[in-house]
């Protein structure tokens, strides 16, 4: 798979989850301004209204992070969860063994990226170094504590 650098990568859940989030944020900004509107109206001058103020700055806030949310939106790369895979994608489980232990893991986009719960991005030094390779490669993954030879031993949808 090819990547876009300008481009946002992100599984079709992902990409879910922004339109999710964009629309809670839509209500949040409207629910704003109509408390700065009712306020404004209420008060007639909104100098000394701590209220109105508030509703304002906190409509400017939400509107921020919709415009970032508009912007990874815009250039979402959807990736294919289902895909028959020989290679890692962004959207893959993989099972590695690293120091004889089999771990598993999911590499994700930056917006899936939830290392906690085993979902890497596949912009991480991690996700970097399996990308494109296939089962039985082995690759060198530097970590904080050294280099690790981590050996893939499967590959497979997420969605299975």
Avoid: W
Avoid at 19 to 33: C, E, G, H, V
Avoid at 92 to 110: A, P
Avoid at 135 to 157: C, D, F, M, Q
Wanted: with cysteine; charged share 25%; hydrophobic share 40%.
């Amino acid at each position: 798979m090819r990547i876009n650098t300008k481009s946002t990568v992100m599984t079709a859940q992902a990409r879910q989850r922004l339109l999710d989030q964009r629309a809670a944020l839509q209500q949040q900004i409207d629910d704003a301004n109509n408390i700065a509107n009712v306020e404004r109206c209420l008060h007639c001058g909104v100098t000394d209204n701590p209220t109105f103020h508030e509703a304002v700055r906190r409509a400017q806030m939400l509107h921020s992070r919709l415009v970032q949310i508009d912007s990874q939106l815009a250039r979402a790369e959807v990736v294919a969860d289902d895909a028959t895979l020989e290679e890692v994608v962004v959207g893959t489980r993989v099972t590695v063994e690293v120091d004889g232990e089999q771990e598993t893991y999911i590499i994700g986009s930056d917006v899936d990226s939830r290392p906690h719960d085993g979902i890497v991005s596949h912009t991480s030094p991690f996700g970097r170094a399996l990308i494109g390779q296939r089962t039985n490669a082995s690759v060198e993954v530097a970590a904080p504590g050294g280099t690790t030879t981590i050996r893939i031993l499967k590959i497979e949808p997420v969605l299975k």
